[in-house]
């Protein structure tokens, strides 16, 4: 058996991988760059070694200071996680010259699959359905153009390299293939140091689902069930699911037997997942190989029982499997939410900080036989850098069918207190809740078809404020009966607490009085019925369960001087509670307007100024591409809203910028 595994990645897959290593009695070796000096996985380690300066293309991507960390340590196996070195054929090689152990496939199936071209081009031989497409190299923007067109619109213009949504684009037009191709060039140059790019037509109404394959080095290959990862924005995964609510058992047995002769054909073990791109009428469609553990392999752990890590090591120690076929089964239902560092009110811009309260929902078996699983990187007091992919966690459930992991993950998301950045948590919640999505009736276009002018939050309908608005007024008055309790005052001077209250919140004023109960409070309101309210919330708490009107809420708590910030299920209102004369008052206030940045291009998230394209004194036009940020490997392109005359240039290529910082003006 292996006896020590260096970890050639960082943050959440090697945490994860480090986790199955101890299990199983191996030693660990953590690397880490100058930004991950303080990270999880290096904590977690048994030992770890320092690699170079934070760019990935300094540290984690460059083979030799791997090679060496390995030497310094004298670990005789690596696990390379997922992307960065994970499918480089080179980095296989290197190591296997070393005599060391790769914990994944053998360099050849790297090589012929882990090459999207390439990969297409054996399927095609294999007999394997495919996308219709380009798989030879592309030269310049103009080819592409030709290309496209020769396709037929739409089309996706996709990095050879690539993967987790970096360098592809739709296109829909020459224009859009034009710009496409080299932004995708572009992304594909500086996360994968291989700019190379295809282009294939684009399937409308399409769902992206995926076979789990793992095989052994005597000649074993399996498929584990099927997941579903439909529900994308930017062609980046967001919420995973196994099983697909979409396959039939036909359906999943050919997609499964398909996965696998692919596998066989080109000698895989360890391991991979086949990706497939699924139309209405549940004809598949051959996607590419990902030669590596996926992202989203914790719902295909939850649903078969299978730790597929630990599997990677045995298959890489030389062992065979010790299942068949025909003993795995799909049992339940699992859920994947990944939780992202981006402000999903700015566009789901990344978002770079300190994470000043990290608390995700605790681990295990719930009452109801649920299951919360967190697969993590990060810790309350660790930072989000610029320099790697957002994402903060995996937050995955189980239940026993679909809806049972969808309540579960909605519970789970409602108990995961996440501060000092931004994040995407009620977006999260808001798919959970979405009477699509739980219909099942989902495709690669869900987010952008039900969220087409971007996520502004969830707006509470009636029901909902007025659970929120007894909410408010029972933390009010728990509030208001601290501060009377005050020792040392004047006894006849002693604040009476009142019952009666008026709480403003998203734009309503709901009026209501508190009445105390055995179990609690009911709060009479103006309208509706009376609505009891159970909790254990104490003045301090920023988590609480409340039982309000007989159903339980899980709900974040914020308090700003008289203001009382309350999120649950995506929703986030901020509410007010005064006494009836001070809400009179109130209402007599002049609103203060915010400032006019109407004339002004802010930098709509932190990151670097990769082009500025025009001067001061040009006129611009509608649409005209004005600048270009890059944060996290992902290239935003800034473009002008409405014509106008360029008066002042305040950023420059090359410099950093925080978000809503100025970079041009307009007269």
Same mark, same amino acid.
Request: hydrophobic letters at 40%; a negative charge; charged letters at 25%.
């Given at each position: ?13 090697? &945490? ?12 660990t ?5 100058d ?22 293309s ?9 090679l060496?960390?390995?030497?310094k ?9 997922y992307?960065?070195?994970?499918? @480089?054929?080179?980095?296989?090689e290197a ?6 152990i790769?914990?994944?496939p ?18 095609? $031989? ?12 592309? +030269? ?19 990095? *050879? ?10 296109? #829909? ?5 034009r710009?496409?191709f080299?932004?995708?060039?572009? $992304?594909?140059? *500086? ?9 294939e ?16 080095t005597?000649?074993?290959?399996l498929y ?5 990862c *439909? ?5 980046q995964k /967001? ?10 058992e ?8 398909? +996965?696998?002769?692919?596998?066989k ?13 699924v139309d209405?009428?549940? @004809? ?33 120690a ?8 025909e003993?795995?089964?799909?049992n339940? #239902?699992a859920?994947e ?9 700015? @566009? ?13 929902? /605790? ?10 699983? =967190? ?6 007091g ?10 903060i966690?995996?937050l &995955?459930? #189980? ?15 409602d108990?995961f ?16 809740a979405?009477?699509r ?26 029901a ?19 501060? +009377?309790?005050?020792s040392?005052?004047?006894? =006849?001077?002693?604040?009476v607490?009142?019952?009666?209250? /008026?709480?403003?919140l ?16 009911r709060?009479?309101?103006a $309208? ?26 899980g ?6 001087g ?7 299920r995506g ?22 307007l ?15 100024i ?10 611009v ?5 004005l ?7 992902m290239? @935003? ?26 970079i041009?003006?307009?007269?």
């Amino acid at each position: 058996m292996i006896r020590k595994i260096l970890i050639a990645n960082r943050g959440e897959i090697a &945490c994860r991988v480090i986790k199955t290593a101890k299990a199983m009695g191996i030693a660990t070796v953590a690397v880490y760059s100058d930004a991950d000096a303080n990270a999880l996985h290096v904590r977690m380690a048994d030992e770890s070694v320092h690699i170079g300066p934070a760019p990935s293309s300094q540290s984690y991507i460059v083979i030799e200071k791997i090679l060496d960390a390995i030497r310094k340590t004298g670990a005789d196996a690596v696990h390379p996680g997922y992307g960065f070195l994970s499918e @480089n054929p080179l980095f296989a090689e290197a190591l296997e010259k070393e005599g060391i152990i790769f914990i994944g496939p053998p360099v050849n199936a790297i090589q012929a699959m882990g090459d999207k071209i390439t990969s297409k081009k054996l399927a095609a $031989e294999a007999g394997v359905s495919t996308v219709p497409g380009h798989m030879g190299l592309i +030269a310049d923007a103009d080819e592409a153009v030709r290309i496209s067109s020769q396709i037929g619109y739409p089309v996706m213009i996709k990095a *050879s390299a690539g993967g987790g949504g970096k360098g592809m684009r739709i296109a #829909w037009n020459d224009a859009e293939a034009r710009e496409g191709f080299q932004s995708s060039k572009n $992304e594909a140059k *500086s996360s994968f140091g291989d700019d190379r790019i295809f282009i294939e037509k684009f399937v409308t109404d399409p769902r992206h689902i995926e076979i789990q394959v793992l095989g052994d080095t005597h000649g074993t290959v399996l498929y584990l069930g099927e997941r579903e990862c *439909s529900i994308q924005r930017r062609n980046q995964k /967001v919420i995973e699911e196994a099983p697909s609510p979409f396959l039939d058992e036909a359906t999943r047995r050919a997609m499964g037997e398909q +996965a696998v002769a692919l596998a066989k054909a080109v000698g895989y073990h360890s391991a991979g997942t086949v990706e497939f791109i699924v139309d209405g009428a549940r @004809n598949f469609y051959f996607l590419e190989m990902n030669t590596r553990l996926q992202v989203e392999h914790p719902v295909t752990e939850l649903v078969t029982g299978i730790d597929l890590v630990e599997q990677m090591i045995r298959v890489a120690a030389g062992e065979r499997l010790s299942f068949g076929q025909e003993d795995v089964r799909l049992n339940g #239902w699992a859920i994947e939410s990944r939780l992202y560092a981006e402000d999903p009110y700015r @566009n789901f811009l990344p978002s770079i900080g300190r994470l000043s309260r990290y608390r995700p929902p /605790v681990e295990g078996e719930r009452g109801n036989g649920t299951i919360v699983r =967190n697969d993590t990187g990060v810790f309350e007091g660790g930072e989000i850098s610029m320099y790697y992919d957002p994402m903060i966690a995996k937050l &995955c459930t #189980w239940g026993k069918d679909r809806d049972a992991a969808i309540e579960a993950m909605g519970d789970a998301l409602d108990g995961f207190e996440v501060e000092g950045i931004g994040h995407n948590l009620p977006f999260l919640s808001a798919v959970m809740a979405h009477p699509r999505f739980r219909s099942g009736k989902i495709t690669t276009a869900f987010i952008a078809e039900e969220f087409p002018e971007g996520f502004s939050g969830v707006a509470p309908d009636a029901a909902a404020l007025h659970r929120l608005a007894a909410i408010a007024m029972v933390i009010h008055q728990r509030l208001q009966q601290r501060a +009377a309790q005050i020792s040392g005052t004047i006894g =006849n001077h002693r604040r009476v607490v009142g019952k009666d209250w /008026v709480v403003t919140l998203s734009g309503a004023e709901i009026a209501g009085r508190i009445e105390t109960v055995a179990e609690g409070a009911r709060v009479r309101l103006a $309208e509706g019925e009376p609505l009891s309210v159970e909790t254990d919330w104490l003045p301090g708490q920023t988590l609480a369960h409340f039982h309000v009107g007989g159903s339980p809420m899980g709900v974040k708590v914020e308090l700003s001087g008289t203001a009382i910030r309350l999120r649950s299920r995506g929703m986030d209102v901020t509410a007010r509670v005064r006494s009836p004369r001070v809400a009179a008052l109130a209402r007599l206030m002049p609103v203060k307007l915010p400032p006019d940045t109407s004339r002004m291009l802010l930098c709509p998230m932190p990151g670097v100024i990769t082009s500025v394209l025009v001067r001061q004194g040009d006129v611009v036009e509608a649409g005209q591409t004005l600048a270009s940020v890059e944060a996290m490997k992902m290239e @935003n392109v800034l473009k002008a809203e409405r014509k106008g005359v360029v008066k002042r240039v305040a950023a420059t290529a090359g410099q950093s910028l925080a978000v809503d910082e100025l970079i041009m003006e307009f007269e």
